[in-house]
């Protein structure tokens, strides 16, 4: 057979197993990049054995002319060559789409990848990055929300002091100079708005430690049913002066291991906010029981319910409800965030739901310490 017969075979040859190469790569684009390296060895080594074999099995000998070997055998490597550099700049270009996209995504705080990358190195690192920018996302949502709260509160406590302080202010200027009519009175006022501020500072104080988790408890087994009829006798006379009846429900004997001090704080905090929005002559019922391993307290009142958009901010620093009962004081907003922090501090749980008539405050506590 003519040998330039020979070398066009043995050269199409090639050229088709290049192509089927190509494929080969393009199917093992979402594999290992080392897969693919191998897919190149045994494409080059199949592309110049093929052409070597076809030579001797067409031609019935292995004497050719070095022209007709060489014809074939160039061909071969420039397949060979071809099919690495298709996998080269498939990598390389891949490569630099998942730079320019690290790169953008240091300057706009956002990942975004236009092609998916050519090996599986290289999308499981494109992956990593949307995973970190979803949560980068996250944070900076949360740090925007942690400082609208901040600023929000300090324009509400700001405002809370300026009151009790002009008060104060006042008063006391009318002492200096001798004009009040009742000394006796205005020594009262003066002490309820220096103990008003008192309370603000402590909130304050007791929430800064909560954020910083420095808050220490001194925890022993306290019977909750007795504590929360200790806190209820201290809050009896301002019930009766806001006609609002605190009505023990469903009590049984339960001890917990808690810090007796901040507990006390968390049921005041939560009658007290029962009390300020519930309308007069109504009436806020406790309940007190042991389920699945939790001590459960369940403080509910009358006041018509929480608009579901705003259960979620409860207890968020600052959150101050908009209809309470008339004559009731308005405090920082820090009573209920307060609770949650000691609540959780002690390993439990706080929430509100809307029950017939109103809302319940529902405390998790765990039976035993640790």
């Not at 022993?220 to 009896?236: I, N």
């Not at 002066?241 to 507990?263: C, F, G, H, K, Y």
């Not at 009658?271 to 007069?280: E, I, K, R, T």
């Amino acid at each position: 057979m003519n040998p330039v017969v020979i070398a066009l075979i043995a050269i199409c040859e090639s050229v088709g197993i290049g192509l089927i190469g190509a494929v080969v790569l393009r199917v093992l684009r979402r594999h290992s990049v080392e897969v693919s390296l191998v897919a190149v060895v045994v494409i080059t080594v199949c592309a110049l054995n093929a052409s070597t074999f076809t030579i001797v099995l067409v031609a019935q000998t292995d004497q050719l002319p070095a022209s007709t070997n060489l014809a074939a055998n160039l061909v071969s490597g420039i397949v060979s060559i071809g099919i690495g550099l298709v996998l080269g700049r498939s990598v390389v270009r891949g490569s630099r789409q998942l730079t320019d996209a690290a790169r953008a995504f240091g300057q706009n705080q956002r990942f975004q990848l236009a092609d998916d990358p050519p090996t599986a190195e290289l999308a499981e690192l494109a992956r990593e990055l949307r995973v970190t920018s979803a949560k980068l996302a996250e944070s900076r949502n949360r740090e925007q929300a942690v400082e609208a709260s901040r600023r929000q509160l300090v324009a509400w406590i700001s405002h809370d002091l300026r009151s009790p302080l002009a008060r104060l202010r006042a008063m006391t200027e009318s002492l200096e100079d001798g004009v009040a009519d009742d000394v006796p009175g205005y020594c009262r006022k003066i002490r309820g708005d220096a103990d008003r501020l008192t309370g603000m500072v402590d909130d304050l104080f007791e929430l800064s430690q909560l954020q910083a988790g420095t808050l220490r408890l001194t925890l022993r087994e306290v019977a909750l049913d007795d504590l929360l009829s200790d806190v209820v006798a201290g809050l009896d006379v301002l019930a009766d002066q806001r006609s609002i009846r605190l009505r023990p429900n469903r009590v049984e004997p339960v001890t917990a291991a808690v810090d007796e001090r901040t507990m006390t704080r968390v049921f005041n905090n939560l009658l007290m906010n029962a009390m300020q929005y519930g309308p007069a002559n109504t009436t806020v019922s406790i309940d007190v029981l042991a389920e699945h391993g939790w001590a459960m307290v369940w403080i509910s009142d009358q006041c018509g319910g929480i608009p579901p958009e705003n259960l979620s901010s409860v207890f968020d620093v600052g959150w101050r409800g908009r209809q309470r009962a008339p004559g009731a004081e308005r405090g920082g907003g820090l009573g209920l965030s307060i609770a949650q922090g000691v609540v959780r501090a002690h390993g439990g749980n706080v929430s509100v739901r809307n029950v017939p008539g109103g809302c319940r405050f529902e405390v998790r506590l765990p039976l035993r310490a640790g």
